[in-house]
Each structure stands twice: as C-alpha cells, then as structure tokens.
C-alpha cells in the first residue's frame, strides 16, 4: 500500500494568540520610567483622568464659575468658618480685599484695607477674648498685619515692638498667634483682647535658624514645625512657652514655595527643590533605608519642566484624599498646571519606599486654594492666577465652558515577548455607557507616531425623543468596540492611547479597560 509523503514543512505558523487587558491606571503617571518598564497599572500620560476608582478610568471634574471678581490676578484665597458665625470665602483679588458668603449668589462686596501690594497674600484664624471671637489676620511679608474683624472691618496692626512681625509664616496654637520671621519665632500673649501690642520680639522668641521663612505648621503632640529657605526645624512649646524649650534640626532640606506646605494624614507636605515632598516620610526613609525619594519622583518629564524662577508661586491642598498642586510649567511665569495626588495608593519604589499615585490636570491657573463647608459639605474652590474668577474645583463636566481634554496613553506593550514580531489582531475598548461622545482610540507602534485606528461612540442607543410608544430605555451598560490592527504591519511594542476632547455636559466619561489580542510573526524554518 502507498503512502502519502508530505514535503519537508519550511514554516510555520504560531496561531496561538498573544492578549493583554488593563482595566485601570490606578498607578498613575510614570515619566521616571522607559514606557516599557513601566508597572502594569501604570500609563506614560494621564491628562486629565481621575483615577480614584478601581477598576476604572474617569474624565476629571471641572472648574464651575463661582464669581468673577474683575480683571486683577488672584492673589489668595481662604476659607473662613467662624465658630457660631457664617462661612465666608475670602479673596484677594488684586490689592482688594473681597469676601463672600458661599451660598449667596453674586454676594461678594469688598472691604476696606490698607495693602498696596499684591503679593500673596496668606490668611489665618484666631481667637481674641473681649468679645470679638474669631478673626482673620491677613500677612503678606511686605504690608503690616492687618485684622478683619467678622463684620469686615479691617485695622493696621501697626509694626513696632509689640506688634507681629511682618511674615508670610503664621500660626494660631494653643492660644497664640506666633509668627516666624528673620530666623525667629515670636508668639502673643495667651488669647489677648488685642493682637496689637501683644507681642514683645525682644524676650518672646525662639531662635530658629532656618533661612528665609516659608511656613509654619501645628501639630497637637509634635509642637510647631518651622519651615525655612534652607532647613525644617521644630519645637514643642509649653503652654506658657519658656526658655527651657529647645527647637531642633528636622531635616536639612528647604521649602521652595511657601503656599505648598500642607497637612496630610500624620505628615506634611511641602515643595522642595527637587520635588514634592513628606516631611516625616522623608525623615523615616533616610533612617530606615538609607535613602529617599520625593512624592513626585515618578513625574520626571514634568518636574523638568517647571518654571523655577517663579516656583515660588506654587500652592497646594487636601481635598477629597487628594492633594493638588499647581504650579507654573513650561517657562510661565504664573502656575498653569496642576498635579495631583492620591496618598492612599501608593506605589512601590526600588529602595523600598513607596510614592503615591498621580495624574496631571491641564486648563488649570490657580494661584490660590480654599475649602469651606456649604450645608454640611465640604467644597473645594480655586482663584484664577490671571483674572478675578473664583471657581468651585472639582465639580462639573467641563472648565468654565471649555472642555477637558481627556488623555490616557498606556504602556508600551510587548505581549510578554519583547524579542518576537507580531502581527494583526485587534485592540478592544470597553466603556460605560454615556451620551453621545467619541472616544478616539490610537496606537503607537515601536515607540513612533500614534495612527488614528477609530473612533467609540460610547452612547448606549437610547431612542430619541418624541418617540413612538412603546419603547425601551436603554440603562447604564458597559459598552465595548474593536479596531483591527492590520494596517500596523509588523511590530515588537504597541501603546494605545484613548483621548475625548469635546464637551460632555452632564455626563460622565468612564473607560472600563482595553484590551490587545495579537499573532507573533511567521516563524521561518530554514
């Protein structure tokens, strides 16, 4: 019986396919990194992405017009809750003082001060005995202190020896107002019925050499954290401070920007010259490995970019477990770009320390944050560093009318093999169902020029009304479509980017996860 020989097989193909799905980014942003080293939950760019839920990627809040002011810059803004009175936003807008309760619309009126300056503007409560209660005192290292009482009147606080210094680094603990300044620490009388000659800079004073003042922070069992040009010292005053409390080096690292030194959890924050970052955090890294990184260090290609000569701009804050900071990029010479942070995921580092996740928001110039409560609620607002306007941040679909430009671009990917060719196959986009908005779906091959592969229309096929009866209305779904990736030819690394740059009013954006199925190349058998 004869039998079928087969020739000689000279290739042959692998057709079991190669897939990768990402469902979230909740590693934030990593410039630190080559695109394809960086983690599996980690994206290159994320423009505008809160990544806050896992599980998902979400188009980011917006700017809502609260007022606008006029034409001068925002110089500072400040959220003021006196006990037993009503919240109010303060805001300096120019040399003016403006103030406004939050719930009235258009209620914002000026009050009568005495600066003639613009600089920044830094604002602090305290307590007076008399009768008064809570004040504001208003600083800003060049004018004299200057005191609103809660019916705005404002009253010079004069600057001879009884009187606060002038300073950008202020502070009401345990009764005092103190005041950091020129290497010294002053402090008033105990809850006095006058802050005007409650101070005497000749006995009452610590010295703290720290460098030009920056700041000042109280933390109940810590004492009083004084953050200076140069270093970060702190003392842990008495009740009735005495000669016998001694302050002490934190760390030999200075603050860049005085409005960026904020609580978070059992730390602080604060800019320094080479990145954001914790102050305990960093205390403890240096002791128990050795060495330390800043908060920001995965955001390499944007701290390149900061514009130094006028950092000093910069100002942050804790909101919504997110810290945000703005600050000027790209040779602007006020802040234009802000960066945020989610201290509760946090990101592993080679040392072993960790760092927390983050994404960067663009459209954004805010020279000065403040959170107040309106019925209960904390709010976030935000006064622009060109204009007048004050904002509620991180609320809304869009910036003021102007749309956010939502932009993820992923990992570069090697389908777990980094020295095979591959070809065709398909990427698929899954999304929650929404109006009707594209989303434009492009990829990059071996780290070139992105190719438009199409677009998602994520609208979930509800009927138009009027609409004959009867009808269905179509629910809240995941929405999912593929885009063939023939037209790529061969290629060893894929990243995908997803981008929606058009308004969404009253509709959230949520991009479930995104997918690549692939084929390595013909193996040829010579």
Request: charged share 20%; net charge negative.
């Amino acid at each position: 019986m004869a039998l079928n020989v087969l020739p000689p097989m000279k290739s042959i193909k692998d057709d079991v396919p190669l897939t990768v799905t990402r469902k979230d980014k909740s590693g934030g942003a990593n410039t630190r990194m080559h695109a394809s080293h960086i983690g599996e939950n980690q994206a290159t760019v994320l423009l505008n992405v809160d990544i806050g839920t896992a599980g998902q990627r979400k188009k980011r809040p917006g700017l809502t017009l609260d007022q606008d002011l006029g034409n001068n810059a925002g110089i500072g803004l400040f959220g003021y809750e006196p006990d037993g009175g009503t919240n109010e936003l303060l805001a300096m807008e120019g040399t003016t003082l403006r103030y406004s309760t939050v719930t009235a619309t258009g209620g914002w009126a000026s009050a009568d001060n005495g600066f003639t300056t613009n600089l920044s503007t830094y604002f602090i409560k305290v307590w007076k005995s008399g009768g008064d209660g809570d004040v504001v005192m208003i600083q800003n290292g060049t004018d004299n202190a200057h005191e609103m009482l809660s019916d705005h009147t404002v009253t010079d606080l004069t600057n001879d020896n009884d009187d606060p210094p002038k300073s950008i680094a202020n502070l009401f603990f345990r009764g005092r107002w103190w005041v950091l300044w020129d290497n010294q620490l002053a402090f008033s009388s105990a809850y006095p019925t006058a802050y005007a000659g409650a101070f005497d800079r000749t006995t009452d004073v610590f010295k703290i050499p720290c460098g030009t003042e920056k700041g000042l922070v109280g933390i109940r069992d810590t004492g009083i954290v004084c953050f200076g040009a140069d270093e970060v010292w702190g003392i842990n005053p008495s009740v009735t401070p005495a000669a016998t409390d001694k302050a002490e080096k934190l760390l030999e690292v200075g603050c860049v920007a005085p409005k960026t030194i904020i609580q978070v959890g059992d730390d602080v924050w604060f800019l320094a010259e080479d990145g954001l970052r914790g102050l305990f955090r960093t205390i403890q890294d240096k002791l128990q490995l050795g060495s330390d990184f800043p908060l920001s260090y995965l955001l390499k290609d944007e701290f390149e970019s900061i514009s130094w000569a006028y950092i000093d701009k910069a100002c942050a804050v804790y909101f919504d477990n997110k810290v945000f900071l703005s600050l000027p990029v790209d040779a602007s010479t006020y802040n234009n770009e802000v960066w945020v942070f989610y201290p509760s995921i946090k990101i592993s580092l080679p040392n072993g320390g960790t760092v927390p996740a983050a994404i960067v928001i663009s459209g954004w110039n805010v020279s000065g944050w403040a959170k107040i409560k309106v019925l209960g609620q904390e709010r976030l607002y935000a006064i622009d560093s060109n204009d007048g306007k004050v904002y509620r941040a991180w609320y809304g679909y869009d910036d003021n009318g102007t749309a956010i430009n939502y932009q993820e671009e992923g990992r570069e990917e090697d389908m777990g093999q980094p020295f095979l060719y591959k070809n065709g196959g398909e990427v698929e986009v899954k999304a929650q169902s929404s109006g009707d908005y594209d989303l434009t779906v492009s990829a990059s091959v071996d780290g070139g020029s992105y190719t438009t592969l199409g677009t998602f229309n994520t609208s979930a096929g509800a009927p138009t009304l009027p609409a004959t009866l009867p009808f269905t209305l179509a629910g809240t779904r995941a929405l999912s479509k593929k885009f063939h990736l023939n037209a790529l030819g061969r290629w060893r690394t894929i990243k995908i980017k997803i981008q929606h740059n058009a308004a969404n009013v009253g509709d959230d954006i949520i991009v479930l996860e995104d997918s690549i199925i692939t084929f390595p190349e013909e193996y040829e058998n010579e």
